[in-house]
């Protein structure tokens, strides 16, 4: 190169800039829904033990299991048999909440089961606390380091999917990943500009890395990975 030029960038803001925006409405809801939902799931199956709460839990973590090709055309005509679903941000959010669930589920379990001490729940019942008012006074304050693995994780892949995006959307309501694939183009790519786009596209997450990476390690340690 003979000089520094930022004309590049600002071709590929241009050409990323819905499908920047629609990924911001997909992915915001999508996390935190899957993380809350997740989060209620690993409480119960952790503390409030019941008859085939380990059959439930296994049959959960099935669902990390499922390699998303194999249901993709079942998917698809779920989706367009309900009005409003198919190609559009509310039914993405649908599909990766749903597909959230497993591992935020089972980050939350293992993360209660090692962190929150049962004597913390029962003198809660002592007092007369019922399910939902433990949860919500006495385990929700404590699962910052949960809530921060699991943000990280399901922003990464919710941002970063592609395969749903376009069986489920298109360009104009699709997310960043299809816009990106759009801009590099197939005859005659244009480098420089795909480069650029491929920057911009990843610095949401680049961003909740470094804001959320101190408590990322010590929601590590605390167990919220464990096996």
Same mark, same amino acid.
């Given at each position: @190169? ?16 819905? #499908? ?35 059959? *439930? ?15 993709? $055309? ?15 941000? !509310? ?8 597909? #959230? ?15 929150? @001490?049962?004597?913390? *729940? ?22 910052? !380091? #949960? ?34 694939? +759009?801009? +590099? ?18 610095? @949401? ?13 010590? #929601? $590590? ?7």
């Amino acid at each position: @190169p003979t000089s520094l030029t930022f004309d590049n960038f600002a071709k590929a803001f241009d050409a990323l800039d819905t #499908g920047f925006r629609n990924s911001f409405l997909l992915v915001i809801p999508a996390v935190i829904i899957s993380a809350f939902l997740g989060s209620m799931n690993g409480y119960v199956l952790s503390k409030w033990k019941f008859p085939g709460s380990e059959l *439930i839990f296994t049959l959960l973590l099935f669902g990390m299991f499922i390699p998303y090709q194999s249901i993709l $055309l079942p998917l698809v005509q779920f989706m367009q048999s309900i009005p409003g679903l198919y190609a559009s941000i !509310p039914g993405l959010i649908l599909v990766h909440v749903i597909y #959230g669930i497993p591992i935020t589920t089972l980050i939350f379990r293992n993360y209660y089961a090692t962190t929150v @001490p049962v004597e913390m *729940i029962e003198a809660a019942n002592v007092d007369g606390a019922g399910l939902l008012r433990t949860f919500r006074s006495i385990v929700l304050p404590l699962s910052l !380091p #949960g809530f921060v693995v699991t943000i990280i994780w399901q922003f990464t892949s919710s941002w970063n999917d592609y395969l749903f995006a376009i069986f489920l959307s298109n360009t104009r309501n699709g997310p960043i990943t299809i816009a990106l694939n +759009a801009l +590099a183009g197939a005859q005659s790519p244009d480098y420089a500009a795909s480069m650029a786009g491929a920057l911009i596209a990843s610095l @949401p997450t680049l961003v909740v890395y470094i804001v959320l990476g101190r408590w990322f390690i010590g #929601g $590590l340690m605390a167990g919220s990975v464990k096996s």
